[in-house]
Structures are given as structure tokens and as C-alpha cells.
């Protein structure tokens, strides 16, 4: 989290930047949002990325197979059962992209390299987050464990 933090102070960003306000089609924007994204599941909290969810309803997938229209809470819920028991070595952004639509809708690719209970082999997963611009705002709209 350290490193992310410091990319964003070396580059002056400003804190509404990391919350992922934007304007229309913003890429900078959409790029602070994923990587507010990655410094969050990165660092375990996910405290920030609790308030990037679209309240509407998060479609899921974790490997158990789809859910959708999950309210934050239970997004939050199946995210830290799913980190449960694992330990974080580090998560990058893996790419990122804005694909277009109306509203705009985006992405994140987080590669998180963790390693299982007595465990000491690092696993990376491949975890997608979808972004749709809200307003002013980049909000997680889908989360998948990618395959």
C-alpha cells in the first residue's frame, strides 16, 4: 500500500482523485479509481472499495458461481470470506481500460498473489473488477474471480 500511496503523492494527486471522480470519459480518473482499488485489496481493508460498490447491486462470481444485485454489505461479506484464512504477498494492476457505453462503463484487472494456510507457495489470482461511471464517480459495478 506504501508504494501505491507514494506514486500518488510523487504525482500530487489529490484526494478526490483517488475516490475516482471524474467527468465524462475521464481516463485518469477511471486509472485512480483501479488503482484505489488495488491499494485497497492490497492492503486488506477494503474500507475505500466499500464506497466505490454501486448501491443498486454488485453481480459477483468468487467460483461458486454468479450472484447478483448483492447489496455492499454482502459484496463486503463474501470479500472478506474470500480473503479469509489467505495472506496477502502483494496485488498489482494488471490492466485497466475504459470500454465505452452510455453510461461509461470500464475495468480493472487486480493480480493478487497470495499464499493459502500453512501454505508457502504464493497463488495468483486474477480478480475483475467492473467499473460504470456514476455522475461525477467510477463505481464497482461487478466482481469475478477470473479463470
Do not use: K, N
Not at 120 to 127: E, G, I, K
Amino acid at each position: 500500500m506504501l508504494r501505491v500511496l507514494g506514486a500518488f503523492l510523487l504525482l500530487g494527486c489529490a484526494p478526490a482523485a483517488l475516490l475516482g471522480q471524474s467527468g465524462e470519459g475521464d481516463h485518469e480518473a477511471l486509472r485512480q479509481a483501479a488503482l484505489l482499488i488495488v491499494s485497497d485489496w492490497d492492503d486488506g481493508e477494503l474500507s475505500h472499495l466499500s464506497h466505490l460498490l454501486v448501491p443498486e447491486g454488485v453481480r459477483m462470481d468468487l467460483g461458486g458461481g454468479e450472484r447478483g444485485a448483492l447489496s455492499p454489505r454482502q459484496v463486503m461479506a463474501a470479500l472478506r470470506d474470500f480473503r479469509d484464512g489467505l495472506t496477502s504477498r502483494s496485488a498489482t494492476l494488471a490492466r485497466w481500460a475504459e470500454v465505452g457505453g452510455t453510461p461509461s462503463r470500464g475495468f480493472a484487472e487486480v493480480a493478487w498473489e497470495a499464499v493459502g494456510p500453512g501454505g508457502s507457495h504464493a497463488v495468483t489470482h486474477r480478480l475483475y473488477f467492473g467499473l460504470l461511471e456514476q455522475g461525477a464517480e467510477w463505481r464497482v459495478s461487478e466482481i469475478r474471480l477470473l479463470r
